[in-house]
């Protein structure tokens, strides 16, 4: 069945051939649905017939969000120590321990609730398509747990058994990096497609260079590919080792030197931004002008998990990113949907090219422009057309 | 009728007879409604019997938000000046003459429309009170207007004449303020509670401290009330002009000094912060520690206006005013409450104290704090109790 989705006030397509800008824009615009895919694109005045018809009376539609960083498997509340660290407390990923014991004593059923009603928030907020960690179980059957529930709900997995050592693995970091790159991949990997590790020598919780190097070389070995949580605490090693070993994305990327600058700039990895976790830690904010002006690919995302980040909102992001990282509306857009896409090594979302999957984010406004101007207005959602279900 | 409203996990009531804390938290509430006032508080498990019931299923309930600063009465678009303001432009007020132009050009339809859908978008977000603002029309007959329409929709509508001179008066501001204080107080102060002034001596479109008195004695002695847009862009007479005339509120609050700070303290008027604007204009956000820490009461507000801040969002100025300016987030709920009341002198709203409005904001979530702890995510709204009807 087809749909003829109208009254396209402003189109972002993220195709320079459909339309101007950066963003591949084009007004008064029309698209077609057919069979979940975009199957024309063109001006409102030319739309060919379909067997449906919705009218979006003017709105700005984009490519749904793409949020390539998230952790929403997992139990527990910590607004308790949100409220304590805005009173001081500084942040250094030791808090993840409580949403580990929280995680590993809830039900399956109980995770599965929270899971899907976080991804209904998401696509609330224009998000249609999120990639899912791990890493608030570790422990061999609690990680491939994880993994098999978020299966349930995205094929973008990602297994972050290199999280942080667990408190029963303390003082024995070696210990953990063997069982994380032995049995515990190895029930991870069914339900994973990427790898991830936490590399951050400033931690006392998280993993080195060293040790990140093994995590990734396992996974690739089992067949997984590359992501790294890199230099979110420090000017660390993680962004050079994501772009040597073509990891798809260095996330973080808030203290960057010339060298990791030129890194990005030079490799395939994508820069991917999380501001909001600077807005909840009180956190210097990443240099997204550096990156862009220097040529590196950058992407926003959530990072959306109960400790250094529990916003779900890319528009959020995206105002953030303009306020606060230098970008324009129109970057920060970009960033967040085919920026995201990037990241994920997908070319069937983040634009909405011919072909492309039919995921879009209506906005309650005329232009993708009032994501920024208008900062913590809920103006996004997904929108469901008919031939999509 | 009466509704019993159980299921609430935590209750905010802001009376320390009912709870605990700052905001009298209690758990495992319930509430009762009857004839639009609330009726009874107590635990949910000594509930009364009602006519009708309504369960909020865990979630956290407080006073609805009471937003003590708006100007949503206007026509027209400026994302294209906050994108340029994005890229580096200054904001001097000046852009505010575009909207001028379109509002007089508007309908009354046309702005009644824009009026309640922006209305609505607030209470879809918490908000329960919203104090309207005149101030693009700026002729007698376009400032009568403006307050006729937001009479429709509040009973907390402000004159603000004195918003800008308007282009027409360029060099002649004393013939605008004749104008103001003469024939257009007169037409209208028949729609208005209050009269407000834009007193900035730093901006070359609003009005020094001799002009300000100038205006605010002609509204009293015309029956409104006093509020003042004070010290925004420089440590100007605004707030000790706003203390010494006992205006109920000095919005912005911005630029302070030490006899600023100690006026606020020793005086009436409430100190009301507007983060939204200093987070849409990229200005240094004001000092909420410093005025709590000197015993000034301090309130929350949006400043919802198409220039210098189009966010709608409570929840969002919350989350600023905890991230940027040293507040708790237990603060920071006051004051959108309990403090925007008091900029209002209502002692009906911003509290659930028995015989109060029943005006209930809940959240999709357990507790006040995610209003922070969740930044951009859409957790709030206005309950509809059938006794409101």
Not at 285 to 299: C, E, H, I, S
């Amino acid at each position: 069945m087809s749909t003829l989705v109208t009254g396209i006030g402003e189109l972002v397509t993220n195709d320079l051939s459909l339309g101007s800008g950066l963003l591949g824009v084009r007004t008064d615009a029309a698209l077609v649905v057919d069979g979940g895919t975009v199957a024309w694109v063109g001006d409102g005045s030319d739309a060919p017939a379909a067997d449906d018809r919705v009218d979006v009376g003017g709105r700005a539609v984009l490519p749904g969000f793409v949020d390539s960083h998230s952790h929403l498997v997992f139990a527990g509340d910590r607004a308790a120590e949100f409220e304590a660290r805005m009173s001081g407390e500084p942040y250094d990923g030791g808090g993840i321990a409580s949403t580990v014991r929280a995680t590993r004593a809830a039900s399956d059923d109980e995770l599965r609730l929270r899971l899907a009603r976080l991804v209904a928030e998401l696509r609330a907020q224009g998000t249609t398509t999120v990639e899912v960690k791990s890493g608030y179980g570790l422990t061999v059957d609690d990680e491939a747990r994880a993994l098999r529930l978020a299966a349930e709900v995205t094929g973008e997995t990602t297994f972050l058994g290199a999280h942080v050592v667990p408190p029963e693995y303390a003082g024995r970091t070696d210990d953990y990096v063997a069982l994380v790159t032995g049995p515990m991949l190895a029930a991870a990997a069914p339900f994973a497609r990427w790898i991830d590790v936490f590399c951050e020598p400033a931690s006392p919780h998280a993993f080195d260079g060293a040790a990140a190097r093994t995590v990734l070389g396992a996974g690739r070995a089992a067949g997984l590919d590359l992501r790294v949580h890199a230099n979110q605490l420090s000017a660390g090693p993680g962004v050079r080792l994501a772009v040597e070993l073509g990891a798809a994305s260095a996330d973080h990327c808030t203290h960057l030197t010339d060298a990791d600058v030129d890194a990005l700039a030079s490799g395939s990895t994508v820069a991917t931004l999380l501001p909001g976790v600077e807005f909840s830690t009180r956190s210097p904010y990443p240099d997204a002008r550096r990156l862009l002006d220097a040529g590196a690919t950058v992407a926003l995302a959530t990072d959306c998990n109960p400790g250094s980040c529990f916003t779900s909102s890319m528009p959020f992001c995206i105002a953030l990113a303009v306020r606060e990282m230098g970008m324009t509306p129109a970057e920060a857009v970009a960033a967040a949907t085919a920026g995201g896409a990037a990241a994920l090594r997908r070319t069937d979302v983040g634009h909405l090219g011919v072909g492309a999957r039919a995921d879009l984010a209506v906005l309650d406004a005329p232009s993708y422009r009032h994501l920024a101007y208008r900062p913590g207005v809920p103006l996004a959602r997904a929108l469901d057309v008919g031939s999509l279900t």
